[in-house]
């Protein structure tokens, strides 16, 4: 089965520090995902990565950075928190069949962040 | 630019009734559909998926889901809930591979006894 792992369920941190989540995917995918989850609003995409050091911003980007130096691990940066980005942060990957069929993402747990 | 509406943000059914999630679509070309569902503090979980073959999908758990072009509709269905199908439900647009997924808002499933 898929693997996706999220370095922390939860995570409590203080407004201005700079946070990291990792992400650790075990199915040697190309595509690597960030979304927040937020009551109401679904999930919202921050960032993807189609491979290694490639990075595309999705929806909300603004407040937030990605690493992307192996393939199988895929970081999202806080720079400065702010309470505003006290979320679910979910982490997915796909692979690319190149055949044309859509593949399904595979979820990590999530991490639940709380900015003070 | 696509886009997904969960036309109900809360449905309640009882054990053993039909279930009926309802889901519509915007896109500029033919879109792959999926559902996914979230049980409380697990990660999410594909249901079932749309990609241009048989427009009726059945999925885990029983549930399937039917692809109506001319409506833009995809609503998930299931004959007969299930106390473990309370859960939150998303409907899920990918209009090209490897992009990432449009989520609709989630519908929440209650079921009582």
């Known amino acids: 089965d898929v693997k996706v792992t999220q370095s922390s369920r939860y995570l409590v941190k203080r407004t201005g520090e700079k946070v990291f989540l990792e992400c650790v995917q075990d199915?040697?995918?190309?595509?690597m995902f960030w979304y927040r989850q937020d009551p109401g609003l679904g999930l919202r995409l921050i960032y993807f990565?189609?491979?290694?050091?490639?990075?595309e911003k999705g929806d909300i980007p603004e407040g937030y950075s990605v690493s992307r130096e192996k393939k199988e691990r895929f970081s999202l940066i806080l720079e400065s928190a702010s309470t505003n980005q006290t979320s679910m942060y979910l982490c997915?990957?796909?692979?690319?069949?190149?055949?044309?069929?859509?593949?399904?993402?595979?979820f990590g747990p999530g991490t639940r962040l709380t900015v003070l | 630019a696509q886009s997904v509406t969960q036309l109900d943000s809360h449905v309640s059914v009882s054990e053993g009734t039909p279930v009926l999630l309802r889901c519509n679509y915007s896109s500029s070309y033919s879109p792959s559909l999926f559902w996914y569902v979230q049980h409380p503090n697990k990660g999410l979980q594909l249901l079932l998926k749309?990609?241009?073959?048989?427009?009726l999908v059945k999925g885990i758990n029983g549930f399937e889901a039917e692809f109506k072009k001319s409506e833009t509709s995809f609503h998930l269905t299931k004959p007969s809930a299930h106390m473990s199908d309370a859960a939150e439900y998303f409907c899920v647009v990918i209009q090209k591979e490897g992009t990432a997924l449009i989520f609709g808002k989630g519908t929440t499933l209650s079921v009582s006894s």
């Open positions: 997915a990957s796909s692979f690319n069949s190149g055949s044309g069929s859509y593949n399904e993402q595979f």
């Open positions: 199915m040697d995918h190309e595509n």
């Open positions: 749309y990609t241009s073959a048989a427009t």
């Open positions: 990565s189609y491979d290694v050091k490639m990075k």
